[in-house]
């Protein structure tokens, strides 16, 4: 497969991932479960990503996200932390070196990118009841932040001496 086709792949299972999540949340658990094993093994063991890439992003995904819950900023269906929201977090992280990677050596593009297209994210799937918020704007402007610090984090780890384990 060509870098292209690989983007695709791996960009097509995380947004089917993305929707099963947040539109079925606990009542599609086991397809969402189906469609992140896909997206994990798809890019360790096809477009070869690292697993420990993966796992840092994830972990620091799941801090940012822990923070704005802590906040009181949003509140998901299915309970404080969801499964499905934890498995969001995993596919992202799995995604995001295969069909981004061409974005990590433009940083200022990529946190931008991350800045806007982050909250949007949120804002579709409050619209689809995965959550309820007091205040859209502070939904927006703590999810601009959080995702234009995910994207950073991105970037840092996608270096050539990050890849390397260095």
Not at 21 to 27: D, Q, Y
Not at 28 to 41: E, H, N, P
Not at 120 to 135: D, H, P, Q, R
Not at 142 to 159: E, I, P, T
């Amino acid at each position: 497969m060509t870098s292209i086709q690989h983007k695709i792949v791996s960009f097509v299972l995380f947004n089917a991932l993305w929707l099963s999540a947040v539109s079925g949340r606990e009542n599609y658990i086991v397809l969402s479960g189906v469609l992140l094993a896909l997206q994990f093994f798809y890019s360790i063991a096809v477009a070869r990503v690292s697993w420990t890439l993966i796992l840092r992003l994830f972990a620091v995904g799941l801090l940012l996200e822990a923070i704005v819950i802590s906040l009181g900023v949003i509140d998901f269906a299915g309970g404080y932390f969801p499964l499905w929201l934890v498995m969001l977090w995993l596919g992202f992280s799995s995604m995001a070196p295969v069909a981004l990677d061409w974005i990590a050596p433009k940083p200022a593009i990529a946190v931008l990118l991350g800045a806007v297209s982050g909250p949007l994210s949120y804002v579709a799937g409050i619209k689809l009841n995965a959550a309820t918020v007091n205040s859209m704007p502070v939904v927006i402007a703590c999810y601009a932040a959080v995702w234009g610090l995910m994207m950073a984090y991105f970037v840092f780890s996608m270096s050539p001496k990050k890849e390397q384990g260095v």
